[in-house]
């Protein structure tokens, strides 16, 4: 949704992020802003290229005229008081001057490429930055709507980038996508069950596996208003955390 905090019905600030770092898994596939392909009818290119077109349309049409577009049935927006149908929402949601801007870092998808998170950046219309968490669901036509989403501005702030003058050379980091996508069971063999889900805070959650089994993926919100988002995929015979983002909402105003 691109991104902004709910506080009942009504639009407040975008979210505080504190970022707990994933447990590191096998090496990634590393997908370049060219879209490589990978096997299988899994391609996190798709996603990739999804969230693309999603930005490019927030821009031209507006951002909540384009969320309603990508957005799944049932999608939800998770806010300072949880998650939020964004149809309940849709219509009072005026279309900023200045959409976010925003770009995935990390897609994780199940084997059989039905269901899928992207992780990313964002910078919001004043200049602030932090994480967001969304998850895609492949539709009847193949392509992908967004059905869940959270954001959150990092906590502090990253100090401002210096401003380059006349002269200066510049050289920019590769922009590239970490691709990660379960390992398809081999002929007639089940999938593990995931592990337990930990007890954590009293408060709401909720948990969706994938129907081939090999993604799973869940969301928290906790009694101190922390939002939380965590995705453990099927690889080479064992599960691994591929996402753990713990997002906290600003302080009411």
Excluded at 82 to 103: K, R
Excluded at 191 to 216: C, F, K, M, N, Y
Excluded at 233 to 238: A, D, K, P, R
Aim: net charge negative; charged share 20%; hydrophobic share 40%.
């Amino acid at each position: 949704m691109r991104k902004i905090e709910i506080a009942g019905a009504t639009l407040v600030a975008v979210m505080i992020s504190a970022c707990a770092a994933p447990r590191q898994g096998p090496p990634p596939r590393v997908i370049e802003r060219a879209l490589s392909n990978a096997p299988g009818k899994a391609q996190p290119s798709t996603i990739v290229a999804t969230e693309v077109a999603y930005a490019r349309e927030a821009k031209a049409q507006g951002q909540y005229t384009a969320a309603g577009q990508f957005a799944a049935s049932g999608a939800l927006l998770h806010g300072r008081n949880g998650p939020v149908a964004y149809a309940a929402l849709a219509s009072q949601l005026p279309n900023p001057e200045t959409p976010v801007e925003w770009g995935p870092r990390t897609v994780v998808m199940s084997c059989d490429g039905a269901l899928a998170l992207s992780v990313g950046r964002f910078r919001d219309q004043e200049g602030f930055v932090g994480n967001y968490v969304t998850t895609w669901v492949r539709q009847p036509d193949n392509s992908y709507k967004w059905s869940y989403d959270v954001a959150g501005r990092d906590d502090p702030q990253p100090p401002p980038r210096r401003e380059f003058e006349d002269g200066d050379i510049v050289v920019t980091a590769i922009d590239s996508i970490l691709g990660l996508v379960a390992t398809c069971p081999r002929g007639g063999e089940a999938v593990p069950p995931p592990p337990a889900i930990p007890i954590g805070e009293d408060g709401r959650s909720d948990a969706q596996l994938s129907r081939d089994g090999t993604l799973r993926w869940r969301w928290e919100h906790r009694t101190d208003g922390t939002k939380f988002v965590a995705a453990e995929y099927f690889y080479e015979g064992e599960w691994v955390t591929a996402v753990e983002e713990s997002l906290a909402s600003p302080a009411e105003q």
